[in-house]
């Protein structure tokens, strides 16, 4: 089993500021025979099931706003939302799908607005 | 749109057998040549999210190897629905279970339903 593990727990900034979530996988979710990161981010916020706003490590699910973004290959990913606004306050998730199973979720990273 | 129901008891004894069900609206389950998977992910505050299985048809199935046998999923055509069966609840079956779409066949989830909590208590 892939052990998903995010950094950090929380994090808390002001608005307008850059948003840094870091995943890392046990082994690689990178298949080089198609040259794919099976590598998804969900944001949830309080009260509602999770949305997807990335797969494949970096292409964004439609309707996601630009300021979301994804990077990373092989065991080192990053959501970076680049202007913190009030509705990202959410927890987000991180989940590969490339060995299963099983598929595997982080343990989520808390934003919040200081 | 394409809309995701979860319904359930929401209190299920131990060692009995906890039966969810999924109504998709929107879409047609039935459809062929589709490459779409239909899965269960639950959530409680002590695992986070967990994924407990996927299918494509009722031929076509993977579950987690953790729970060891206790699931079982399948799809109800003529009412559009998905369910879930699993055997032998314990309190660490308690959590908040979702049904989602996973529209590549790949292995993320692109929509999901609201979810259905689930209590065990005799």
């Known amino acids: 089993e892939i052990v998903m593990t995010q950094s950090p727990d929380s994090l808390a900034l002001s608005l307008g500021e850059r948003a840094t979530i870091n995943c890392r996988s046990s082994q690689t979710v990178f298949d080089t025979s198609n040259s794919k990161n099976y590598l998804a981010w969900y944001q949830q916020k309080p009260g509602q099931s999770p949305k997807l706003l990335i797969h494949w490590a970096s292409t964004r699910e439609s309707g996601v706003p630009d300021r979301f973004s994804g990077s990373g290959s092989g065991t080192d990913f990053t959501l970076t939302i680049s202007s913190l606004q009030p509705e990202d306050v959410a927890v987000y998730y991180c989940q590969q799908y490339y060995f299963t199973p099983p598929i595997t979720f982080g343990q989520g990273t808390r934003l919040d607005i200081k | ?122």
Do not use: H
């Open chain 2, 1 to 122: 749109q394409v809309q995701l129901q979860e319904s359930g008891p929401g209190v299920v004894k131990p060692s009995e057998t906890l039966s969810l069900t999924c109504t998709v609206s929107g879409y047609s389950i039935g459809t062929g040549y589709s490459l779409i998977y239909w899965g269960w992910i639950r959530q409680s505050p002590e695992k986070g999210l967990e994924w407990i299985g996927s299918l494509y048809n009722s031929a076509s199935t993977y579950y987690n190897p953790s729970l060891k046998g206790r699931v079982s999923m399948s799809l109800d055509t003529s009412k559009n629905q998905i369910s879930l069966d699993l055997a032998f609840v314990t309190a660490a079956d308690a959590a908040v279970y979702f049904c989602a779409r996973n529209r590549s066949g790949a292995g993320f989830f692109d929509l999901w339903g609201r979810g259905t909590l689930v209590a065990v208590s005799s």
